[in-house]
T-cell receptor, first 113, second 113 residues
Framework: DGGITQSPKYLFRKEGQNVTLSCEQN?????MYWYRQDPGQGLRLIYY???????QKGDIAEGYSVSREKKESFPLTVTSAQKNPTAFYLC????????????FGEGSRLTVL | GENVEQHPSTLSVQEGDSAVIKCTYS??????FPWYKQELGKRPQLIID?????GEKKDQRIAVTLNKTAKHFSLHITETQPEDSAVYFCAASKAGTASKLTFGTGTRLQVTL
């Protein structure tokens, strides 16, 4: 069954701790993305990757880091430098560059205590 | 960069009535305009999209119109049903930008019986 898997679904973290969110896809898509969703603010792009070993900053990259060592995987690390990390994080992938449908994971909800 | 504004933020209609959600964009180079639906607790999913060489596109009860001169596009849902209740997001991007979509802030549609 093809799709995008995010884990964990819920995550709690203390202030000052880094946390890594997992995103795996078996759709053989080249491009992968991380979005942050906050109430009333839509989806904002954090990072995206068009190909293995390459990624670019999105609109709100500060305090986040990513890696793309494998085509199937695009983990997101929320660092202690992110000032307001509590949010819902969505990973997505698309088959090709340019305009194309995004396929989303089910999301990870991070709460900083 | 691109800026997408979406209105209204909430919309309540009676079952069977029509619903219209409007979006404006700022970058005249944008040429791809998708709409995503996010049901409560679920991932966003593409419901319809339109490219700049087309003024209108229909898919059963859903239609999208695009006015490139005015830089706005709209989602029209006819004969609304309770299962249409969800948050709808518009988005815009330019070809060749790896689906670097800019999303609107979302419209929560409630279809009442």
């Amino acid at each position: 069954d093809g799709g995008i898997t995010q884990s964990p679904k819920y995550l709690f973290r203390k202030e000052g701790q880094n946390v890594t969110l997992s995103c795996e896809q078996n759709l053989n898509h080249d491009a992968m993305y991380w979005y942050r969703q906050d109430p009333g603010q839509g989806l904002r792009l954090i990072y995206y990757s068009q190909i293995v070993n390459d990624f670019q900053k999105g609109d709100i990259a500060e305090g986040y880091s990513v890696s793309r060592e494998k085509k199937e995987s695009f983990p997101l690390t929320v660092t202690s430098a992110q000032k307001n990390p509590t949010a819902f994080y969505l990973c997505a992938s698309s088959a090709r560059q340019g305009a194309g449908e995004l396929f989303f994971g089910e999301g990870s909800r991070l709460t900083v205590l | 960069g691109e800026n997408v504004e979406q209105h209204p933020s909430t919309l309540s209609v009676q079952e069977g009535d029509s619903a219209v959600i409007k979006c404006t964009y700022s970058d005249s180079a944008s040429n791809y305009f998708p709409w995503y639906k996010q049901e409560l607790g679920k991932r966003p999913q593409l419901i319809i999209d339109i490219r700049s060489n087309v003024g209108e596109k229909k898919d059963q009860r859903i239609a999208v119109t695009l006015n490139k001169t005015a830089k706005h596009f709209s989602l029209h849902i006819t004969e609304t049903q309770p299962e249409d209740s969800a948050v709808y997001f518009c988005a815009a991007s330019k070809a060749g930008t790896a689906s670097k979509l800019t999303f609107g802030t979302g419209t929560r549609l409630q279809v009442t019986l």
